[in-house]
């Protein structure tokens, strides 16, 4: 394996589709009729999908400020480990944990039997079971393949897939509002006669469904885990994440107005992830409706997985690349002939498949969805109230070219922290579900708890044993971050051109390292000086860069 290299391979159209494709995945064509079923009526679940576009568009623009500040692959974790890096960037541990080991391999292995219940659907096979599991593994496995194989043809395939999800949602829109004029004759429902009529006041209730409704909005992060690859980050990203949240929202929000306007409230309680399947073949006829349609939502599914995986598998790379993993060093980085990230592939490959095979037959979708839900947005939380924290701590930041809106952030950051407190909470009404009503919560918590074991081995004992500086690549990433080059002679100080120049060359290189650090715990290579004055960060001398070595990772 190659150290990890920042090929440029994503534009503004890629950019976009990561999150597009991402958010338009199984959530809004499987969780709109759990989420009517949990709050009780069409009116309140309108409410709470746009409720969802606008919190989601706050925690957007503070990843959007993030993602400019620490343009390399890794995403959320680089965030949390400089909004929080003590102690010993535990945050940032605990989130490529959770993310690694639960989160995205959970999401995976609940998006693959969605494909596979949409294609038997339009199979007429009613009893789907197993062989929805069946065909989500030969997704999840020819996804994992192309990605080996090609980037370039994985961000393809994602670009033309999205394409396909929005067709198919502006399909339903179109068809919906065709509806209700009443020239597609179908039996009229009183869904929306009735507005709050039978809404639920259980607090538990809406913390379950608006977990299913960020699960439908999850994906504008996506994008963040491959900055190192995003060319121009400083136009691109902010169009790509807000942009894609902007056009996902308003999407989702027709799209339900035109669910409920043609299918009964019994019969979308009953259609549990099939809702979207249910109104086409109301609309469209048995064949358009029943069939076709649902191979595109399960193709729409597909695109979600492709995404995720690409996304996640960058992120084990670069948490191998900054010595999260035990001998990382050795498997991280691309294949010097293919130029992707093959390792990092396969395990997360091999981790999908146990959350795929191993939960039992029944309601596991709502079980994963909840799981990995849990442990996401308390990180996303976090993350989106450490952009106010290094407003603070980092007022002087040159790349910081975008500034989110505090009062959005802490309107995303206040739900993060409903959805992760009141699961919890007891719901009014018994469950009768097949897991307790905590369940779910407590899985995710529990296995972002158990990360504290490794990160004690890992950043504790071992640099103790051999003294090695495990977070000296915090310190090291403004420096080996090639858009660092553009810092103005005044943000330099004292540095004449001469040494700008030589630093340049320098950092050039060293672009290629994404983990870079001191030789010995007093991190003496420390790659950033901080300026007592403004409290900004420099660009090191030349002869600083110069001595920049690899840290000893086992």
């Not at 179908?186 to 607090?203: E, L, M, R, V, Y």
């Not at 980085?333 to 396969?346: D, E, F, K, M, W």
């Not at 009014?428 to 504290?452: E, N, R, V, W």
């Amino acid at each position: 394996m190659e150290a990890p290299t920042n090929n440029k391979n994503i534009g503004i159209v890629s950019a976009g589709a990561m999150g597009v494709s991402l958010m338009m995945g199984s959530g809004i064509f499987s969780t709109p009729a759990s989420i009517l079923r949990l709050v009780g009526s069409p009116a309140m679940a309108l409410v709470l999908w746009a409720l969802g576009a606008v919190i989601s568009f706050g925690g957007a623009t503070a990843f959007i400020e993030l993602g400019l500040m620490f343009r390399q692959n890794g995403g959320t974790m680089r965030f949390l480990a400089h909004a929080y890096p003590r102690p010993r960037v535990v945050l940032a541990y605990l989130f490529a944990w959770s993310m690694i080991v639960c989160i995205r391999p959970g999401a995976i292995a609940a998006n693959g039997p969605v494909v596979g219940k949409y294609w038997l659907y339009a199979a007429g096979v009613s009893d789907a079971g197993w062989r929805a599991r069946g065909i989500g593994f030969g997704c999840i496995t020819l996804v994992t393949a192309v990605n080996v194989l090609s980037a370039k043809w994985s961000l393809r395939i994602i670009n033309v897939l999205t394409g396909v999800k929005i067709l198919v949602l502006l399909c339903i829109v179109v068809a919906g509002i065709v509806a209700a004029t009443g020239a597609i004759r179908i039996p009229k429902t009183s869904n929306w006669s009735h507005g709050f009529q039978g809404t639920s006041g259980d607090a538990h209730a809406y913390s379950s469904a608006l977990t299913k409704v960020f699960w439908a909005y999850d994906g504008f992060t996506n994008l963040v885990y491959s900055l190192g690859e995003l060319r121009r980050p400083e136009r691109n990203l902010p169009w790509a994440v807000g942009g894609s949240v902007a056009i996902v929202g308003l999407l989702y929000v027709l799209a339900n107005v035109a669910f409920f306007i043609v299918v009964p409230l019994d019969a979308a309680i009953g259609s549990e992830e099939i809702l979207a399947a249910e109104f086409t073949n109301r609309v469209f006829g048995r064949f358009v409706g029943r069939v076709a349609l649902p191979v595109f939502i399960g193709l729409s599914v597909f695109g979600a997985i492709c995404a995720q995986t690409y996304g996640v598998a960058r992120l084990l790379d670069s948490a191998n690349a900054v010595g999260f993993v035990p001998m990382g060093r050795f498997f991280c980085g691309n294949h010097s002939r293919l130029q992707t990230p093959v390792a990092s592939l396969v395990i997360m490959y091999l981790l999908t498949l146990v959350y795929l095979m191993a939960p039992p037959p029944g309601r596991v979708f709502d079980l994963l969805v909840d799981f990995v839900q849990w442990s996401t947005w308390l990180f996303y939380g976090l993350a989106a109230a450490g952009a106010i924290v290094l407003r603070y701590t980092m007022p002087v930041c040159p790349l910081r070219t975008f500034r989110s809106f505090h009062p959005l952030n802490l309107l995303f950051i206040a739900f993060c922290a409903y959805i992760t407190v009141f699961p919890f909470v007891p719901p009014q009404k018994k469950d009768d579900g097949p897991y307790p009503f905590y369940l779910s919560p407590l899985l995710g918590l529990i296995t972002t708890l158990a990360g504290l074991v490794p990160w004690y081995f890992r950043m504790v004992w071992w640099p103790r044993k051999t003294g090695v500086d495990m977070t000296a690549w915090t310190r090291l990433d403004h420096a080996v971050s090639a858009p660092a080059i553009r810092y103005s002679l005044d943000q330099l100080g004292e540095e004449t051109d001469q040494q700008l120049a030589g630093t340049q060359n320098a950092i050039d290189k060293h672009e290629k390292m994404d983990m870079v650090g001191g030789n010995g715990s007093n991190g003496s290579a420390s790659g950033s000086t901080r300026n007592s004055r403004n409290n900004s960060y420099e660009l090191p001398p030349l002869e600083r860069c110069q001595s920049i070595q690899l840290p000893t990772y086992m």
